[in-house]
């Protein structure tokens, strides 16, 4: 049976695209349909940008002094870019990183 929890987190993770696709906004409209079916009341369904998100992370490293407080958009952003040039200069440590990630 699915939770009020399981549809929260269905939406959330809808809304948090940065660059939906139709398929992503028929997928919230089916959400909150069914959220507001199953527990009620509707919520707000006006649409707001995610407000981006902020590196918190800890090490005692030159990097993570640089992206400390940075958002993660555009710390992914250059990453993306770095993996790219990558996987051309150095295929075998490219796929090494991306099994590591996943």
Do not use: W
């Amino acid at each position: 049976m699915i939770t009020e929890r399981d549809l929260q987190e269905a939406i959330a993770e809808c809304e948090g695209q940065r660059h939906p696709t139709s398929a992503t906004c028929i997928k919230l409209a089916a959400f909150l349909i069914i959220r507001e079916h199953m527990f009620g009341e509707p919520q707000s369904y006006s649409y707001a940008m995610p407000t981006p998100a902020h590196v918190e992370y800890q090490s005692e490293t030159e990097f993570a002094d640089i992206i400390r407080g940075k958002s993660i958009e555009d710390v992914l952003a250059v990453f993306d870019e770095l993996m790219s040039t990558l996987s051309l200069v150095n295929r075998g440590l490219y796929e090494s990183v991306l099994r590591k990630i996943k």
